[in-house]
Structures are given as C-alpha cells and as structure tokens.
C-alpha cells in the first residue's frame, strides 16, 4: 500500500510515494495519464489540483470556500477554480470572458497559468481517474493541520519557510530528508523546484492518514459529469511518530 502526494511542477507533475513500511520514493510524470501505472486500487493519492469543476452557477465550489475560510491569512494561496467551459480558451482574455459569462467571476492570472494541469487533470479523472482513490489536496491546509493548526510564520516561497515546512513533515515521517535529498539529486530546479517537493511530501504524509480524513464539505458536490468537487486534510486523531 502506497502513500502519494501529487503537485503539477514544470516538468509535468512532482510525485512522492511512502508506504507502511518506511520506504519511499519520488518522481516526476510527464503526463497525468502515466499515473495508472503508479497507483493501484489499493494505494491513495493526493493532488494539488482542482478535481471536479463547474459549468453553471454564480457560486463558487463550496470546498473553495471551506479551505479559505480555514486557512485566514493564507486564503489568497486557493485560488477560484475556473468553470470547465473556459479551459478551452486559447489565452488569457478569451477564457476570463467565458469565465464570467458563466460565473460572474473573471479569472486570476494565477489560475489561468494552471489551466493546462488543470485540463489535463479534468480529462484523466473522467476517463481513467474514477477508479482510483484520488483526492484534491491544497498543501498549505495540509501544513496548517500537520501543525495542530497553530499558523505558519513564513511564506513557502522564503528560505525560512521551506524549514519550517520540512520540520512540520520530519515529525510524521523519517524519510523527510531523504526524499528532499534525492529529488534534489534527480532533478533539476527547472523541472521542480523545493517547494513542489514539499508540496507533494506533504500530500503523501497527509495521505498516509487516510482514516482520518477530513472532507470538506462534509457532504459533497458533484459537477456535471459526476466528479466530486471536496478538499481533504489529515484531521483530528493524526499522532506524530516522534511524539510517541
């Protein structure tokens, strides 16, 4: 049984894999699609991209909503998911204007950088993702509730902030520093840089503590097509290693 936590990075998606028995590993997927061949029906995975979008509706996706109202300060690092309809806009402008046709909302910049994961994420789950245990995951809201919810002082983009989040992960998993070592090693900051290292470690730790999900919502929505549209965190009842 694996343990793997996802995050689109310039090389195509950051993977890293723990399993019961303290091994662990990483990589790098060129696609979305080569997936299947890394998880089974067994393992769980957690990725930083929106899974399920919406078509219709001035509202946004209540789990958006949940997670910001969770995180306060750091609300802004979710971004507004775009509505399916305008992933297939040939630039920025075109799918902002098709995005507040439909929602009433114009797209961040952030989020249109995105949309090529997030297209891509949107045609596996549909075609070959149901099956397999994959839930969307934000890391920041995964870091808040590997650290009790006591706030992060720094940015994850600051040197300060990449050792704060490497010292949340050491306290659940021993293979922390070995597996930001070899990544480190095995690829270029051009293909990924530290903080989607962490990123993905944080989804694997955080997956690891798959009984103790917490969904939000509680009960989801789904879209059109039958995806459910929820964020999940490691919750309550989580024990780190090292404090036993």
């Known amino acids: 049984m694996k343990y793997i936590g996802i995050d689109g990075c310039k090389g195509g998606w950051f993977y890293v894999w723990l399993d019961d028995g303290q091994s662990c590993g990483c990589g790098i997927l060129e696609t ?58 040939d ?8 995005n507040f046709t439909v929602t009433g909302r114009r797209l961040s910049r952030q989020t249109y950088f995105i949309m090529t994961k997030i297209r891509e994420l949107d045609r596996f789950m549909e075609a070959d993702g149901r099956q397999l245990d994959i839930h969307e995951f934000h890391p920041e809201l995964g870091f ?63 997956a690891s503590f798959r009984d103790h999900f917490i969904f939000l919502p509680t009960v989801p929505e789904t879209d059109p097509r039958g995806l459910t549209m929820q964020i999940v965190y490691a919750g309550p009842g989580i024990s780190c290693p090292s404090s036993k």
């Open 91 to 98: 630039d920025y402008l075109s799918a902002s204007d098709i």
């Open 32 to 89: 979305i699609d080569a997936l299947t061949g890394l998880v089974n029906s067994t393992d769980t995975a957690l990725i930083d991209m929106p899974i399920g979008l919406k078509e219709s509706g001035f509202h946004e996706r209540q789990c958006d909503r949940a997670a910001r109202k969770l995180l306060k300060k750091r609300a802004s690092s979710i971004f507004p998911s775009p509505c399916r309809q305008s992933l297939q806009a």
């Open 144 to 206: 808040l509730a590997l650290n009790r919810f006591v706030p992060l002082k720094f940015s994850k983009k600051t040197a300060a902030g990449k050792q704060e989040r490497q010292h949340i992960l050491s306290r659940y998993t021993p293979s922390c520093e070995a597996v930001i070592s070899r990544a480190k090693n095995r690829f270029l900051r051009r293909q990924a840089g530290v903080d989607d290292i962490l990123d993905a470690l944080c989804g694997a730790v955080s």
